[in-house]
């Protein structure tokens, strides 16, 4: 806790800081009277603001406010005396000009600025100092081609003037033409009549009426065709106007009418304007619509429907129809949403017109993109499934119990609906680790890892022979054994093999695998059995060499090539449906070249 400051300690620290107590210390945050050591006057510091924040005592010596004395000194030094006490620096004070005797109301910092004063003298002084004299003023206007006719008023008054260049009189002002502008007949800001009539019958019109102004229509008749017209002189005067028949911007109505029969458009009322919808029947479709003039003269209108830009109700529902939709409404517009039913399954849904006429099929039922739930449920009870929650959506997981193996499973329904399969269990596609401990154990093999995975190889003990082997649960299960010193059914390891690739034309699959050349069960037989035809095999010294040739086969196949087993467990159930691929994914002649590859590498 901060040490209490005694009074003592207070009052050294005022003095050392300029100003003088006038009172005891009455605490940090309180004003404390005391007297100003620099300029005697009386102040109200807070001890706390002097002593923490480093503020200096007098508010007076550092600026911070102005004492009434100082301010009514510096206002008299302004030739202005105050009427009334100071109200502060940025208040209006009300006082006399001494000058002119005027009361005014400058603010204190005004004056402090030098902008503050008597407002009354500062024009007349303004106004003497600004003031142009007379001859300057006639040398200007000599200058820009204008000789004055009266004397100077002003620079702010019209000036009765003669333009040496067009001899007509004008009245700028002084300011106007010291700024850049002149004759005003001469900038086109102002038109005299006669010049008016001159411009008109350059351009082959005879003005009928005196000149009404530069925006008004002027009655005029052309002396090209004859026609009277009534164009304004300022679009003349540009270029733009003239003879609206000669300039092509006015159709006769026969001429008109020949331009719509000319584009299959009969008028059914008549011509208006080029620029009006005029009411036509279309002389293909037999429809009436209401194309511009202008539109159908420059290629771009004509009939809509037969242009395909709109679409009649009545085309529309006939569209729908030859779809296999029923509209259930009136015809809301091509890219909106149309209730409809469909045909094909009954279900009400809402294709628009658009995509119907560019092919899409309509129903988002009968494309697949949206399942009944009740249908989808029927559907995974029929593949051996039985839906634990609601249906969620197509292509996500739906939790699931195999009726089969009572075991709970999570496909999408679209993989399901696709034929890959329900069950990742029944499949063979995923293995429950205490049934490859019950494999492993039931072809005398103690597992001394935990399982991993089907393609792992497994650190195992033959119970047999007491010897440590490394076979997959994908071989176990496949060939009823796992040691390979033991084997006699399978694949004897230590005698000749051959690794062989067949396909399959029904099935569409390409398979690789092994076979041992004096093995008693025939694994190629099995195959042709089940319509496999051999493509070709090749022959080794030990089923070692082949072995391993056949796992990295399947590597390069599984992992470089991205290809995963094509074919299930029920496909195949003379097994090895774990080494087939997609036949339309790799050809027979790729597969084999990597087997010659390896065979030379394996050597």
Same mark, same amino acid.
């Given at each position: 806790?901060?040490?209490?400051?005694?009074?003592?300690?207070?009052?050294?620290?005022?003095?050392?800081?300029?100003?003088?107590?006038?009172?005891?210390?009455?605490?940090?945050?309180?004003?404390?009277?005391?007297?100003?050591?620099?300029?005697?006057?009386?102040?109200?510091?807070?001890?706390?603001?002097?002593?923490?924040?480093?503020?200096?005592?007098?508010?007076?010596?550092?600026?911070?406010?102005? !004492?009434?004395?100082?301010?009514?000194?510096?206002?008299?030094?302004?030739?202005?005396?105050?009427?009334?006490?100071?109200? +502060?620096?940025?208040?209006?004070?009300?006082?006399?000009?001494?000058?002119?005797?005027?009361?005014?109301?400058?603010?204190?910092?005004?004056?402090?600025?030098?902008?503050?004063?008597?407002?009354?003298? +500062?024009?007349?002084?303004?106004?003497?100092?600004?003031?142009?004299?007379?001859?300057?003023?006639?040398?200007?206007?000599?200058?820009?081609?204008?000789?004055?006719?009266?004397?100077?008023?002003?620079?702010?008054?019209?000036?009765?003037?003669?333009?040496?260049?067009?001899?007509?009189?004008?009245?700028?002002?002084?300011?106007?033409?010291?700024?850049?502008?002149?004759?005003?007949?001469?900038?086109?800001?102002?038109?005299?009549?006669?010049?008016?009539?001159?411009?008109?019958?350059?351009?082959?019109?005879?003005?009928?009426?005196?000149?009404?102004?530069?925006?008004?229509?002027?009655?005029?008749?052309?002396?090209?065709?004859?026609?009277?017209?009534?164009?304004?002189?300022?679009?003349?005067?540009?270029?733009?106007?003239?003879?609206?028949?000669?300039?092509?911007?006015?159709?006769?109505?026969?001429?008109?009418?020949?331009?719509?029969?000319?584009?299959?458009?009969?008028?059914?009322?008549?011509?208006?304007?080029?620029?009006?919808?005029?009411?036509?029947?279309?002389?293909?479709?037999?429809?009436?619509?209401?194309?511009?003039?202008?539109?159908?003269?420059?290629?771009?209108?004509?009939?809509?429907?037969?242009?395909? *830009?709109?679409?009649?109700?009545?085309?529309?529902?006939?569209?729908?129809?030859?779809?296999?939709?029923?509209?259930?409404?009136? %015809?809301?517009?091509?890219?909106?949403?149309?209730?409809?039913?469909?045909?094909?399954?009954?279900?009400?849904?809402?294709?628009?017109?658009?995509?119907?006429?560019?092919?899409?099929?309509?129903?988002?039922?009968?494309?697949?993109?949206?399942?009944?739930?009740?249908?989808?449920?029927?559907?995974?009870?029929?593949?051996?499934?039985?839906?634990?929650?609601?249906?969620?959506?197509?292509? +996500?997981?739906?939790?699931?119990?195999?009726?089969?193996?009572?075991?709970?499973?999570?496909?999408?329904?679209?993989?399901?609906?696709?034929?890959?399969?329900?069950?990742? %269990?029944?499949?063979?596609?995923?293995?429950?680790?205490?049934?490859?401990?019950?494999?492993?154990?039931?072809?005398?093999?103690?597992?001394?890892?935990?399982?991993?995975?089907? &393609?792992?190889?497994?650190?195992?003990?033959?119970?047999?022979?007491?010897?440590?082997?490394?076979?997959?649960?994908?071989?176990?299960?496949?060939?009823?054994?796992?040691?390979?010193?033991?084997?006699?059914?399978?694949?004897?390891?230590?005698?000749?093999?051959?690794?062989?690739?067949?396909?399959?034309?029904?099935?569409?699959?390409?398979?690789?695998?092994?076979?041992?050349? !004096?093995?008693?069960?025939?694994?190629?037989?099995?195959?042709?059995?089940? +319509?496999?035809?051999?493509?070709?095999?090749?022959?080794?010294?030990?089923?070692?060499?082949?072995?391993?040739?056949?796992?990295?086969?399947?590597?390069?196949?599984? *992992?470089?090539?991205?290809?995963?087993?094509?074919?299930?467990?029920?496909?195949?159930?003379?097994?090895?449906?774990? &080494?087939?691929?997609?036949?339309?994914?790799?050809?027979?002649?790729?597969?084999?070249?990597?087997? &010659?590859?390896?065979?030379?590498?394996?050597?």
């Amino acid at each position: 806790m901060a040490r209490r400051t005694s009074d003592s300690e207070a009052v050294h620290l005022m003095i050392a800081a300029g100003a003088k107590p006038l009172e005891a210390f009455p605490g940090s945050k309180k004003p404390w009277l005391c007297e100003c050591l620099k300029c005697g006057r009386e102040i109200s510091p807070s001890f706390g603001n002097v002593k923490n924040n480093g503020t200096k005592p007098c508010a007076y010596c550092s600026k911070k406010r102005v !004492h009434p004395d100082d301010a009514e000194k510096l206002m008299r030094d302004a030739g202005l005396e105050p009427l009334e006490p100071y109200p +502060g620096s940025n208040v209006k004070w009300k006082c006399k000009h001494l000058k002119c005797g005027e009361i005014v109301y400058p603010a204190h910092s005004w004056i402090v600025a030098g902008q503050g004063g008597c407002q009354k003298c +500062g024009y007349v002084e303004s106004g003497l100092k600004g003031r142009v004299s007379e001859e300057l003023a006639i040398e200007v206007m000599n200058a820009a081609g204008l000789t004055p006719l009266t004397p100077y008023l002003g620079s702010g008054k019209p000036w009765k003037s003669i333009c040496q260049k067009c001899k007509q009189i004008v009245s700028p002002t002084y300011n106007s033409v010291s700024s850049g502008t002149g004759c005003g007949v001469c900038a086109g800001k102002i038109v005299v009549p006669e010049i008016a009539e001159e411009v008109m019958r350059n351009a082959l019109l005879e003005p009928l009426v005196p000149y009404p102004g530069s925006k008004t229509n002027w009655k005029c008749k052309c002396m090209k065709c004859g026609k009277t017209v009534f164009p304004n002189y300022g679009d003349v005067n540009q270029g733009d106007g003239g003879c609206k028949f000669c300039g092509g911007r006015f159709i006769e109505p026969d001429e008109a009418v020949a331009t719509m029969r000319f584009n299959n458009l009969e008028p059914l009322e008549p011509y208006k304007n080029t620029a009006s919808p005029w009411k036509c029947r279309c002389l293909k479709c037999g429809k009436t619509v209401t194309p511009r003039h202008n539109s159908v003269q420059n290629g771009a209108g004509g009939c809509k429907y037969c242009a395909k *830009v709109f679409v009649d109700a009545e085309d529309a529902i006939l569209v729908m129809r030859q779809a296999k939709f029923e509209p259930l409404e009136p %015809y809301p517009g091509s890219q909106k949403p149309w209730k409809c039913k469909c045909l094909r399954c009954g279900r009400e849904v809402q294709p628009a017109y658009t995509s119907i006429q560019s092919g899409q099929k309509g129903c988002v039922y009968c494309g697949g993109k949206k399942v009944d739930p009740q249908e989808a449920f029927d559907f995974m009870v029929s593949k051996g499934l039985t839906p634990l929650e609601q249906y969620k959506k197509a292509d +996500g997981r739906w939790r699931c119990r195999c009726i089969k193996c009572l075991r709970e499973v999570s496909p999408s329904y679209s993989s399901v609906r696709q034929g890959q399969g329900g069950c990742i %269990y029944c499949s063979g596609k995923k293995v429950d680790p205490q049934d490859a401990v019950a494999l492993f154990l039931e072809n005398n093999l103690k597992p001394l890892v935990p399982y991993k995975s089907t &393609e792992t190889k497994w650190k195992s003990e033959c119970m047999k022979c007491g010897n440590v082997v490394f076979p997959t649960h994908h071989m176990v299960s496949q060939r009823s054994g796992g040691c390979k010193y033991c084997a006699t059914l399978g694949l004897d390891f230590t005698l000749p093999a051959y690794i062989y690739l067949i396909t399959h034309e029904q099935l569409g699959s390409h398979k690789i695998g092994i076979s041992g050349v !004096h093995a008693k069960e025939d694994r190629l037989k099995d195959h042709a059995k089940s +319509g496999w035809k051999l493509y070709r095999k090749k022959v080794f010294d030990s089923a070692d060499q082949t072995y391993e040739i056949e796992q990295a086969v399947l590597h390069w196949l599984r *992992v470089e090539r991205s290809l995963p087993p094509y074919l299930s467990l029920s496909e195949m159930p003379q097994r090895g449906w774990t &080494e087939t691929v997609d036949a339309s994914e790799i050809d027979l002649p790729t597969i084999w070249a990597k087997v &010659e590859e390896l065979s030379k590498v394996k050597k």
